[in-house]
């Protein structure tokens, strides 16, 4: 178990160096990163939570990489305990959906590499399991925050190679978000409590977004540099 | 105007373009192949700015060439619904909510991005004429009947929703920082994405792309292949995701890496795409 995680922490590190030389920071600045990296104590803070660090693309990617944590950790747990009732085609709806957090999460992950933000550890226990309507409920949630985080954080990436992979990211999230809201209300894929008057989807601040996420988080997640400490 | 012809102009001033160009040129001329025999229909002058400005080796679109982009694909979308709305019989009670929210966002979306553009010092463009069966003027394209037949309608729709996604994706890099235009942009695309996701749902197919290693359409509709060409890239930055563990094991299946990434169309490929078929002068 140790050997294959560390084995996969050499090969994030890899990737991690080479998304870099794609990003366009180039070897030097990569280098700088992975000095930062070494004091990654500047990321805890008081009472055993996290912050996404200092300003710039890699605060925005921890950021991302923690709502994308919490989003797989609740679907891996719908799968787990599934709803009683659940159908075969909801089972089915519901694992492509995990799969594709896990996918996101381990992306960002390997993106990241000694960069990232540790594993969160979640707390659902507000959330009823066995019930189809609190699950359907939570990941609405979910999905419909998630959405809003990456639209309202789009415009502090400064990479356009990373804002180009969070757009590939948010509209699966809002493909997720549309069939949740039907599988509630049918028909309610636009509705307005997520679509304004001018037809655009809301967004919403890393401010507004993490204290949500916190809800259902032991390990508290702060954004100092944008204006957030949990 | 002819879009060939255009191409020919860039070319006097820039002789690399030709080889630059080839693959898209290609693509272009593969537009016959959509099912019209029409010949290239001439070009609208705000689509030949375009045309310029994608395939031209000079900057990014500016802001309000981005904007008149999207609202040139607006207009295609809210004019199709409008007319599959006004079409006795086509569309079900059952659909009938679904299909009059998207109609109602993307008339809003026309709205707001001509409110936009004149906020940012331009001109809003006209629309052009539009041949929803795909043929270029003709009425007779691949998609012919499409107002009496709810699945063919269905299809067209899905088709123009999820290349609308691609299209606004592939615009986010040329508003980077732009926190007002990329956050409306990229809200925009959230909102074609739950579209397209709603559409898959009507017409009983994944509400994501689920691409396989070679095609990336997986609607069933062959003769949109093309708006669904690189839908089954696995590659994120240097990472092929389908090498990243997945639950069931250490990779991840291709189905997987494609459903879960969305990708970009450039400007001049979208329009490659329905310039002298769904629009034409």
Not at chain 2, 18 to 37: H, V, W
Not at chain 2, 89 to 96: E, T
Not at chain 2, 160 to 175: C, I, S
């Amino acid at each position: 178990m140790k050997t294959s995680e560390q084995e996969s922490i050499g090969g994030a590190n890899m990737a991690r160096r080479s998304f870099l030389r794609y990003a366009g920071l180039g070897v030097a600045s990569a280098g700088l990163l992975a000095t930062a990296a070494c004091h990654k104590d500047h990321k805890v803070v008081v009472g055993g939570g996290i912050d996404i660090g200092a300003k710039g693309d890699l605060a925005i990617l921890n950021y991302a990489y923690a709502l994308e944590q919490l989003e797989a950790a609740f679907y891996i747990q719908v799968i787990t305990t599934p709803y009683s009732g659940m159908t075969s085609d909801e089972k089915a709806l519901f694992t492509s959906i995990r799969d594709h957090e896990v996918l996101h999460r381990e992306f960002f992950k390997a993106a990241l590499g000694g960069n990232a933000i540790p594993s969160l550890t979640v707390d659902f226990s507000t959330i009823d399991f066995t019930k189809k309507s609190a699950v359907l409920g939570a990941a609405k949630a979910f999905e419909d925050t998630g959405v809003k985080a990456y639209d309202g954080a789009g415009y502090l990436i400064q990479d356009a190679g990373y804002l180009t992979i969070a757009g590939k990211i948010v509209s699966v999230e809002a493909r997720h978000a549309a069939l949740i809201s039907n599988m509630l209300v049918a028909g309610s894929f636009a509705a307005d409590d997520q679509v304004d008057s001018n037809g655009l989807n809301k967004s919403a601040t890393i401010a507004e977004v993490l204290p949500i996420a916190n809800t259902y988080l032991k390990t508290k997640v702060s954004a100092t540099n944008y204006s957030y400490v949990a | 105007m002819n879009l060939f012809n255009i191409i020919d102009e860039i070319e006097k001033f820039d002789p690399e373009l030709n080889d630059r160009l080839n693959p898209r040129r290609a693509a272009i001329k593969n537009i016959t192949s959509f099912g019209s025999k029409v010949a290239m229909a001439a070009v609208p002058f705000a689509m030949g700015t375009m045309l310029k400005r994608a395939y031209g080796a000079t900057a990014a679109p500016t802001v309000v060439e981005v904007l008149n982009y999207a609202l040139t694909l607006e207009y295609l979308e809210s004019s199709f619904y409008n007319q599959g709305a006004a079409s006795a019989g086509l569309i079900p009670a059952a659909g009938a909510s679904y299909i009059n929210t998207v109609k109602d966002d993307e008339n809003q979306h026309v709205a707001f991005l001509k409110t936009a553009i004149t906020a940012s010092g331009g001109t809003p463009v006209t629309s052009p004429k539009f041949d929803f069966t795909a043929g270029g003027g003709t009425g007779n394209g691949p998609f012919k009947g499409l107002f009496s037949n709810y699945t063919l309608f269905l299809k067209v729709a899905l088709a123009f929703e999820d290349t609308g996604v691609r299209a606004y994706k592939g615009q986010a890099p040329n508003l980077l920082g732009n926190k007002d235009i990329l956050t409306a942009a990229l809200s925009i695309h959230a909102v074609e994405a739950r579209h397209a996701s709603a559409i898959r749902q009507l017409l009983g197919v994944s509400p994501w792309i689920t691409s396989t290693a070679t095609l990336g359409n997986d609607t069933g509709v062959s003769q949109v292949n093309g708006n669904y060409d690189g839908e089954q890239n696995v590659t994120q930055g240097p990472v092929n995701v389908t090498t990243l563990p997945s639950i069931s094991g250490s990779t991840t299946s291709v189905a997987i890496a494609t459903a879960a990434f969305d990708e970009p169309l450039s400007m001049d490929q979208v329009l490659a795409l329905l310039v002298g078929t769904f629009i034409y002068t």
